[in-house]
């Protein structure tokens, strides 16, 4: 069984942030020539669980397939961007994801039962070690939660159970109310299998992912503690913005050493935020993507006024400088 190289590029990139150096994973492979971001390379699944399996033991997270699988959010937007141009419906769009799983991530599966006014989209996963499945069910089941999501209309969003008693991690990180069940499973209402993928979201998305990735792309002050930490929070966008404490858990730090770090730079999480935040505004206003409402709501701010009055503030701290 193969996997997709670009997984396992994801993947020995979210162990740096958790310390393991890019080339001590590097050798765990055993390749000598290996183009990380060629989508059409593979690798075979044991050196893949090789990796992650020693970035695992480092970091000692119980979530961190949770944790990992948020890390991806802005490579599941270009998925979702990828499916919304080949799908009319998301009957179609839960096959694609399918078949995506199939041919390039085949640890995971997702299996469709329908039972009369809801249809079950159950993850699988044949790994035997236990710890393992977990942490690949928890990554997967996280990044197509929140494909389904940003696929759909928010009366229409899917129940989420999972086989646990303790949810509140992932309560937090997914933001819904995750039910107890029996297996990873995302429940449907029936009548959604026929309709429209959200065209505005899936818009939203599509002017927003570049300006992400270059965001991403800027190697600027490269090997700052502040540059790890607002990457992170660009690796996390959903689009909207991850809290400072969704971001801290994806680093081995206390919250006040994070916070300590980033002031001995001269800056703060706010700070680093508001930046990312006044840069995507100025992108989408200059580039009259979306309306002044739709900017606030990406960008975190319940009402339009608020996101008018930051704007303000961020053009004062701007001239003062």
Known sequence: MKISVPHIANLINYGAYQGVSDSQLKRLLDEEHIDFYDPD?????NKYLKVLEVIIAKTKNNY???HYGCFLNLKALGLILEISLNASSMEQAIFILQNYLASSFPLVNVSVKKERDVCLLQLNCKIQDKDLKRHLLDSVIAIVY??????????????????????????????????????????????VLKTEINSRRV????????????????KTNDGLFSLQVKNMVLNMCCPELPNFEQVAKQFPLSNRTIQ?????????????????????????????????????????????????HAVNNWKVNIESL
Do not use: C
């Not at 818009?203 to 800027?218: C, G, R, S, T, V």
């Open 146 to 191: 929140r494909e389904l999501k940003l696929m759909l209309k928010n009366d229409m969003y899917p129940e989420l159970k999972l086989p646990y008693s303790e949810l509140d991690e992932y309560n937090e990180f997914l933001g819904v109310e995750v039910e107890k069940g029996n297996a990873y499973t995302l429940v449907l209402k029936s009548e």
């Open 64 to 66: 961190f397939g949770l």
């Open 41 to 45: 390379a593979y690798i075979e699944v």
């Open 203 to 218: 818009k939203e998305i599509e002017y927003l992912l570049p300006k992400f990735l270059m965001m991403l792309d800027d």
């Open 260 to 308: 300590r770090k980033l002031a001995q730079e001269g800056t703060s999480f706010r700070k680093i935020v508001n930046s990312i935040k006044n840069e995507l505004s100025n992108y989408l206003v200059k580039g009259k993507f979306l309306k002044t409402k739709d900017i606030s709501l990406i960008l975190g701010y319940s009402e339009p006024s608020a996101y008018l």
